[in-house]
Nanobody, 119 residues
Framework: VQLQASGGGLVQAGGSLRLSCRASGRPSTTYAMGWFRQAPGKEREFVAA???????YYGDDVKGRFTIFRDNAKNIVYLQMNSLKPEDTAVYYC??????????????WGQGTQVTVSS
């Protein structure tokens, strides 16, 4: 399984971005898809995840602002980010694997896409 993340960029505070993660190969139907982020000098942190069934989970910092959804037919997972804040600035990574909010359970990782939110 290979993951290709895209959609990052520069946006003003309060703006929106949509990230995409395309999975190639044959992702297991047991896989959850997740988004993590890592800001300079900080550890990678959980953002959101979605099970194959469609159940979603969010990190506390993004609840109510970010939405994760997937198109199973196209093997694409999206992260819609609204009301962005400067503290959302980070490299965002998509991942596939066993659901959890820990990056240790995810087996496959995309290359990361930079999101920068200006104040």
């Amino acid at each position: 399984v290979q993951l290709q993340a895209s959609g990052g960029g520069l946006v003003q505070a309060g703006g929106s971005l949509r990230l995409s993660c395309r999975a190639s190969g044959r992702p297991s139907t047991t896989y959850a898809m997740g988004w993590f982020r890592q800001a300079p000098g900080k550890e990678r942190e959980f953002v959101a995840a979605i099970r194959w069934s469609g159940l979603t989970y969010y990190g506390d910092d993004v609840k109510g602002r970010f939405t994760i959804f997937r198109d199973n037919a196209k093997n694409i997972v999206y992260l819609q980010m609204n009301s962005l804040k400067p503290e959302d600035t980070a490299v965002y990574y998509c991942a596939a694997g066993a659901y959890s909010n820990s990056d240790r359970t995810y087996d496959y990782w995309g290359q990361g896409t930079q999101v920068t939110v200006s104040s």
